[in-house]
């Protein structure tokens, strides 16, 4: 976790009631308990696939933003391993519960890739990067959190689990987060106001797509 005076920290302050929200969601607690129903979590990675792809190639079009020769293959590198790992699971879990992906966007996917597409197309890597974390900082503390508390041994889902909880996503995590703090520290405040603004929104849209998985 950041440290307390980070814009990160603060974002993550700011953010916090939803992603308390997640926390105490019955998709995730179903989930870690290996009982949610496979219609449910059929529904939620078939529109998790489709949001996958255009986040890829947000992930991408965002390291185009970065100037810094280093920063720019770090960003690049983190990214091209993330979408590997997320759709070699997908295909492992699709292929274990027979999830039909020819689906059409909900209204939330369909919301949120327009969000992370619209900070992109800001121009900013700082709003840019800050629309864009809560699907790598959200879902790795999610899985962080799973994994302190539920059994993962028998769970149809356990591969979900170790995606977003293992240690090289987790540091992967950590190098960005260092990232988006030193484009904060740079920043003046009107786009640290602008990067917080994109994070708590993306934040609630991470909420929005489990309860799409969980209640349609």
């Known amino acids: 976790m950041a440290n307390t005076s980070s814009w ?13 929200q997640i926390l105490d969601h019955p998709f995730i607690k179903e989930l870690a308990a290996g009982i949610l129903a496979p219609d ?18 947000q992930m991408f079009e965002l390291a185009e933003l970065i100037p810094d020769p280093r920063q720019h293959d770090m960003f690049y590198a983190f990214a091209k391993e993330g979408i590997e790992g997320e759709k070699a699971m997908h295909a492992l879990l699709i292929d274990r519960f027979g999830i039909d992906t020819q689906v059409q966007p909900s209204q939330v996917t369909a919301a949120y890739n327009a969000h992370t597409e619209a900070a992109i197309r800001s121009g900013s890597k ?8 809560p699907c790598m900082w959200v879902y790795n503390e999610v899985g962080l959190h799973i ?13 979900w689990i170790q995606e977003y909880g293992n240690e090289a996503f987790t540091a992967g ?28 929104e993306a934040t609630r849209f ?3 797509f489990w309860d799409y998985g969980y209640n349609g």
């Open 206 to 208: 991470e909420y929005l």
């Open 40 to 57: 449910k979590f059929d529904r939620y990675l078939a529109q998790d696939e489709l949001y996958v792809g255009n986040y890829g190639r």
């Open 126 to 133: 700082e709003i840019g990067l800050a629309a864009m974390l």
């Open 147 to 159: 994994l302190r508390t539920a059994a993962v041994e028998g769970n149809p889902y356990r591969e």
């Open 8 to 20: 990160t920290r603060q974002a993550w302050d700011a953010a916090l009631p939803i992603y308390n």
């Open 173 to 200: 995590v950590a190098q960005v987060l260092e990232l988006a703090d030193s484009y904060a520290a740079a920043a003046p405040e009107d786009i640290r106001e602008r990067m917080t603004s994109a994070y708590i």
